[in-house]
């Protein structure tokens, strides 16, 4: 009786420790569509509000926002962004000259960061996906300048292309690796 | 913006992501092609998915002097035999780097007494509408340093008809002047690389990813669907002579190469394919055993090659042969159904990559001509599976199903609402049902 009553409760027992195991492991993972942990999202935000910034009053260059975002890409990815390092010029689209006559600032809101549905990520990287909406603001005034106010080129008004960004990481950091904003399944 | 001959290789620098413990994929995130965001072109009536930024507000129409120079551009675009593909990769440089104005340039004082100015900037010594550098041999007439206080050869960048020609070049293996040499046809594959990965390879700005092109897709897309009916073709300025000229196709048949299509459909209804699936249910060997061999990214022409065309509903469609049958009989009833829903943009076959992240690669039913999207602006690819607004009329759908085809919009998760594919083959037998 008390050799059985022992068997029972060493199979419960291990009925507990694998459930336990399962559970933790599925836990410790990121999953597809999941919440990124808190770092990753930070760096996530980080890059797109930075590609954002690039052609407002506030960068000193066109290519100011590369410097801002070196210590959070890949070397890799980094060499592929900003391949004209060496240039004796820069480059500078219109509306950079444009927010820099006018004073005008971007503001983005990057909302919903989540790991890519269909992708799965693992524990040192996967695709992230966003909302992103932004606001012109007029850095003397503080005022948000409303789409119809600004000219056809401008584009950095309202609900953008969400950003999908290739995150990695690397010696415990996480690096973005890759944007493929703009393509879809 | 430096705009020089050289040309960014995207292909090659892919960082390896281990996906699991005993699979690696290589994330090849340069090596961008066409989806869901595909130029779909068709006989003129067809436009690309807008993609870009700033896509939900509205803001002021284009000024007329945009819409003059973007008449010019699409008109150059039409005599180089570019189509709408073209078209806009030109809109949409041009528009990022001046807004389509003439530009001239405080350093480079020659450019400011062009009699068609239009505006002024300052960027490097970059001039006109594409903001080409008289240094970097944009001109025919001069180059070096020297081209800078060369009035013709300035005014000649300040052109911006020129200005377009240099920019979409030339065919390969004509005898074009260096200057002409280095525009978009001579990017070899430029018309399944995204618009702005095109942008980038001709322009060489600065910023490498071309995600600064990216942000004027949908500007561009505009201006283009506004102004590509109502621009007539442009002479070159610099007439050129010989070469092969560009398949600006993407993939997708031209007006002139519809053909008949043979055999019936019979396919009453998708037999894989579960609704709740992600829609991709065939086995990868099955995929292969039905269709053909799908090739690989750097060779896929059997499988391009053996693609028919149908007429669907006056878009000319390539599609694979066993599909083609079916794709008929879908659109023979959605007709007789007098369906008025408008098709703008369609397309089925074309290689999709697999780069691990957005485009599936072998897995997609579109690499064997096998799949179909229909108006992608308004039928959304939805990520997450919520349900969301699209247009995708119920007589299409039905008429899909009836002919074995798969809806992406009855898909759980994800929804692709622009996405039809085929399932009407038994994989065993290879026959339809």
């Known amino acids: 009786m008390n050799r059985r009553r022992t068997i029972l409760i060493a199979i419960v027992l291990l009925m507990v420790v694998v459930i336990s195991v399962v559970s933790f492991s599925r836990r410790g993972g990121p999953e597809a569509g999941g919440m990124l942990p808190g770092d990753a999202l930070a760096v996530a935000r980080q890059y797109v509000q930075a590609q954002q910034d690039s052609i407002g009053a506030d960068q000193n260059t066109p290519t100011s926002w590369f410097d801002k975002v070196r210590p959070i890409t890949t070397a890799a990815w980094f060499t592929k962004l900003h391949p004209q390092a060496a240039s004796p010029t820069g480059s500078a689209p219109y509306n950079y000259f444009f927010a820099h006559q006018k004073n005008y600032v971007v503001k983005s809101e990057i909302s919903n960061c989540v790991w890519d549905s269909i992708n799965k990520p693992t524990s040192i990287g996967g695709l992230v996906d966003c909302s992103l909406s932004d606001k012109t603001i007029d850095r003397s005034s503080g005022k948000s300048i409303t789409a119809m106010d600004l000219p056809f080129s401008w584009t950095a008004v309202g609900k953008q292309a969400p950003p999908r960004l290739l995150l990695v990481k690397q010696d415990g950091s996480w690096l973005v690796d890759g944007d493929l904003t703009g393509q879809a399944q | ?433």
Not at chain 2, 44 to 59: H, I, K, P, R, V
Not at chain 2, 82 to 108: D, P, R
Not at chain 2, 219 to 238: F, G
Request: proline share 6%; hydrophobic share 35%; glycine share 10%.
């Open chain 2, 1 to 433: 913006m430096l705009a020089t001959a050289s040309v960014i290789v995207y292909a090659s620098a892919g960082s390896a992501l281990a996906l699991s413990d005993n699979q690696t994929k290589v994330f090849d995130s340069g090596s961008y092609f066409y989806d869901t965001d595909v130029n779909y072109s068709a006989c003129g009536e067809a436009s690309a998915l807008t993609t870009g930024g700033g896509s939900g507000a509205s803001t002021q129409p284009p000024s007329a002097i945009t819409i003059k120079n973007a008449k010019i551009v699409i008109g150059i675009a039409k005599t180089d035999n570019l189509g709408k593909q073209g078209a806009l990769i030109g809109l949409m440089t041009s528009l990022t780097e001046s807004s389509i104005t003439i530009l001239g340039n405080t350093k480079v004082p020659v450019s400011l007494s062009y009699p068609g100015i239009e505006g002024t900037g300052s960027n490097g010594d970059s001039v006109g509408i594409f903001q080409q550098q008289p240094q970097y041999t944009w001109s025919t007439i001069a180059t070096g340093p020297e081209a800078l206080t060369n009035q013709a050869a300035v005014w000649q960048l300040m052109n911006p008809a020129y200005a377009a020609e240099a920019f979409f070049g030339s065919p390969p293996g004509s005898n074009a002047p260096a200057a002409l040499s280095k525009g978009l046809q001579n990017i070899s594959g430029w018309q399944t690389m995204q618009p702005w990965v095109a942008a980038q390879a001709v322009q060489s700005s600065g910023t490498g990813d071309g995600s600064n092109y990216r942000q004027m897709l949908s500007r561009a897309q505009s201006l283009l669907d506004q102004n590509w009916d109502l621009s007539d073709s442009v002479p070159l300025p610099v007439p050129i002579s010989g070469g092969t000229a560009s398949d600006s196709s993407g993939g997708v048949a031209s007006c002139t190469d519809v053909s008949s299509v043979n055999g019936s459909c019979d396919a009453t209804q998708p037999l894989y394919g579960s609704i709740n699936g992600s829609g991709n249910e065939y086995s990868l060997q099955q995929l292969a055993a039905i269709f053909g061999d799908p090739g690989t990214a750097a060779d896929h022409s059997t499988m391009e090659n053996k693609q028919v065309t149908v007429n669907f509903l006056g878009n000319p469609l390539k599609v694979n042969p066993l599909v083609a049958p079916c794709l008929q009989a879908v659109a023979n009833q959605i007709k007789q159904s007098g369906s008025n829903y408008k098709i703008t943009s369609m397309a089925c076959y074309r290689f999709d990559s697999d780069n691990g992240t957005s485009n599936i690669g072998l897995k997609s039913y579109h690499t064997y001509g096998a799949a179909c999207d229909i108006n992608p602006p308004t039928n959304p690819f939805v990520e997450s599976g919520a349900p969301t607004a699209h247009d995708m009329p119920d007589e299409y759908v039905q008429a899909f199903h009836d002919h074995g085809f798969t809806w992406g919009g009855n898909w759980h998760q994800p929804k692709d609402y622009m996405h039809f594919e085929f399932n009407g083959i038994v994989p065993s037998n290879g026959k339809a049902a």
